[in-house]
Structures are given as structure tokens and as C-alpha cells.
């Protein structure tokens, strides 16, 4: 069992930034990928970034250039630095880790980009 603990959302302005925290706390594999994905009101949840343990990173195109993936090894962390914030970015953001045997959820944090 994985356990994922998220912070750092909020309200911020267009243009704003914000910074996701996932903290995963378990059976956590050697190998595994931990990412950020998100859904908004009456759409589907969608990928948003991702990291391996060897540090190789995916991001959707609609945030590439605006948000960085990056993790903490020795806390079993993941963050999500999110700049040049959108109105469509508004949406519930879901912390996602996964191993070759099993996935796990955290329960999301909102993220609202309103003026």
C-alpha cells in the first residue's frame, strides 16, 4: 500500500505560479513513476507530467514550457512548479504513483486560475 499526500493548491491570478507537493509514505518500489494529472468540471482526467526514478520526464503539450516535474529522492517527493498560469489550467490536481505492480491516487487539491 502507497499512501500520497498533497498540498500547495489554491487560488491564483492569471500569470500567477503555484508549486504542487506529493509525499508518498509505504511500500514504495525502487522503480516507479510518480506524476501529476488533473480534471476539470465534466472532463476527463488527464495527464499533466510525470518522473521516473531515473529522472526522465513527460509532460502534455498544453503545459510544456510552464510547468516542471521534479521529485525528491530521499523523501519519496514529487512537485509540480507551476508558472504562467491559466484560466484553463483551473482544475482538480491529482498526485499518481505507480510500479509494475500497483497505482495509487492521492485524494487531489484544487487548483483555481481566476482573476
Known amino acids: 500500500q502507497v499512501r500520497l499526500v498533497e498540498s500547495g493548491g489554491g487560488l491564483v491570478q492569471p500569470g500567477g505560479s503555484l508549486r504542487l507537493s506529493c509525499a508518498a509514505s509505504?511500500?514504495?518500489?525502487?522503480?516507479?513513476?510518480m506524476g501529476w494529472y488533473r480534471q476539470a468540471g465534466g472532463k476527463e482526467r488527464e495527464l499533466v507530467a510525470d518522473?521516473?526514478?531515473?529522472?526522465?520526464?513527460n509532460y502534455a503539450d498544453s503545459v510544456k514550457g510552464r510547468f516542471t516535474i521534479s521529485r525528491d529522492y530521499a523523501k519519496n517527493t514529487v512537485y509540480l512548479q507551476m508558472n504562467s498560469l491559466k484560466p484553463e489550467d483551473t482544475a482538480v490536481y491529482y498526485c499518481?504513483?505507480?510500479?509494475?505492480?500497483?497505482?495509487?491516487w492521492g485524494q487531489g487539491t484544487q487548483v483555481t486560475v481566476s482573476s
Open positions: 509505504g511500500s514504495i518500489f525502487s522503480n516507479n513513476v
Open positions: 499518481n504513483y505507480r510500479d509494475n505492480i500497483s497505482g495509487y
Open positions: 518522473i521516473t526514478t531515473g529522472g526522465n520526464t
